[in-house]
């Protein structure tokens, strides 16, 4: 699961990366190339940017939804598995090709795309204050039971 950091650095630097050409340029140590299906310029067509780690060198994420993927397969259709994983995903539910876009257009998908990143980050902050009321409360009741 992506921590607070990376997400936020994710959603910075994904600003650049609307367009296909941006996108594309991201998979230069992608492992799948021929006789693959989940080929860079199919990756890049389904929204998502290349971002490997030392130990996950199949990490894609989409710069719009922020969904992350990865124990991808060569027969993996990257365009089926975002509709599967995020069905209302906003670049997959865009009308315009970002050559198209015009600037009110533009501000619209920006809007939508900060939307979905202070959701995640809500959630992601919830879960992380459950976790310390759980923690502190299970140091109290350890207390109380002496």
């Not at 340029?25 to 190339?33: G, T």
């Not at 860079?40 to 993927?69: Q, R, T, W, Y």
């Not at 670049?91 to 257009?105: G, Q, V």
């Amino acid at each position: 699961m992506t921590n607070i950091d990376v997400l936020s650095t994710r959603f910075a630097a994904f600003d650049k990366m609307h367009s296909y050409e941006s996108r594309e340029q991201s998979y230069v140590d992608w492992p799948f190339r021929e006789d693959c299906y989940c080929t860079p310029e199919k990756m890049a067509k389904a929204g998502f940017v290349h971002c490997p780690s030392e130990n996950e060198p199949d990490v894609a994420c989409c710069f719009f939804c922020l969904i992350e993927l990865e124990g991808w397969e060569p027969d993996d259709d990257p365009m089926s598995e975002h509709l599967k994983r995020s069905p209302n995903c906003g670049f997959l539910t865009s009308k315009k090709d970002f050559t198209e876009m015009t600037a009110a257009d533009f501000y619209h998908m920006e809007r939508d795309r900060l939307k979905v990143y202070l959701k995640k980050m809500c959630h992601k902050k919830m879960a992380y204050l459950r976790e310390d009321i759980d923690r502190t409360l299970g140091r109290l009741t350890s207390q109380l039971d002496i």
